[in-house]
């Protein structure tokens, strides 16, 4: 699991440690993650609720520095002020609404988590954009890298390198159309029906 703040490009990654890490380590010749790799990880309650610091954190900032921007405020301390609440954070994942967050989702219900905490958070599925903005013929992440992120090396099974690669792909595309990206994506962002993903995953 993996991200990147946008604004400031801070970063979050981790491996996950399977429940079973026999499986696991079967596959191992297709996702590329060594044994050692996956027995060192943390498991997925503690990297999730890292990760959900992560994501609290980057509001804060966001917050931090919306707050030291106005030049006025010296002028005001003395005066009582309206909190600014902290900026909503969006969740990009290129097929997102049906593979990301169902996988969290259900990686919380197998682990006796709380979904309720992913409402905190927008989403957003940039394929949603890609197949608006008709990006490429190929949709799929790596088509959308051919295209239009040729310089950036996508290596597979790394979400890390997924959200790099998707955060090239966005800005050449809002490029591409002449937008600010903030303007182009705006259209998709969206509540995470966590529930209609329950009743989804219990029929699968």
């Known amino acids: 699991i993996a991200g990147m703040v946008e604004r400031t490009k801070a970063k979050f990654a981790s491996t996950v440690k399977p429940m079973n890490l026999d499986a696991a380590a079967a596959s191992a010749i297709v996702h590329g993650i060594g044994v050692d790799e996956m027995h ?4 997925f309650p503690i990297v999730f609720e890292r990760f959900l610091d992560f994501l609290r954190g980057a509001a804060d900032t966001a917050l931090a520095m919306h ?10 301390e003395d005066m009582p002020s309206l909190q600014c609440p902290p900026p909503e954070i969006v969740l990009a994942a290129h097929n ?5 967050g169902p996988v969290i989702v259900h990686e919380c219900v197998r ?32 088509c959308l890298v051919n295209n239009l992120a040729a310089e950036q090396q996508l290596c597979a099974h790394r979400a890390l390198d997924d959200v790099l ?3 090239v792909v966005l800005r050449n595309g809002a490029e591409q159309w002449s937008m600010q990206l903030a303007q182009m994506v705006q259209p998709f962002v969206l509540d995470f029906d966590v529930i209609s993903t329950l009743v989804d995953l219990s029929f699968s």
């Open 111 to 142: 682990h006796g988590l709380s979904v309720a905490r992913l409402g905190e958070f927008k989403w957003l599925d940039t394929l949603h954009v890609a197949q608006a903005c008709k990006f490429a013929p190929c949709l799929k992440l790596q």
């Open 96 to 100: 997102g609404v049906r593979y990301d």
């Open 165 to 167: 690669a998707l955060d």
């Open 67 to 76: 707050l030291d921007s106005d030049d006025e405020s010296e002028q005001f």
């Open 40 to 43: 060192n990880s943390p498991p």
